[in-house]
């Protein structure tokens, strides 16, 4: 398997040592949950021991579209 060689732009913003390829960075969905909560697409209860959210799917990848277009970094790190 070759190596991904990432551009030179993505590399001064994004250093390689912060980068991995192997598996990619796990991005932290978490961040959309009050965004979810605060349009009504998301409900929180329990199934016996476990707490579940339930979403609205069609509704929320338009919020990740909109949430991902206003900040494209906003799933990693600490933006």
């Known amino acids: 398997m070759k190596?991904?060689?990432?551009?030179a732009g993505l590399l001064e913003k994004y250093p390689e040592p912060e980068w991995e390829t192997?598996?990619?960075?796990?991005?932290?969905f978490a961040k959309m949950e009050e965004i979810c909560k605060k349009h009504g697409i998301m409900?929180?209860?329990t199934i016996g021991?476990?707490?579940v959210r339930l979403l609205k799917l069609k509704e929320l990848i338009e919020l990740y579209v909109e949430a991902l277009r206003n900040n494209p970094d906003m799933f990693y790190g600490e933006t």
């Open 22 to 28: 192997d598996f990619g960075p796990y991005p932290d």
């Open 49 to 51: 021991e476990a707490t």
């Open 43 to 45: 409900k929180i209860t």
């Open 3 to 7: 190596k991904f060689a990432p551009p």
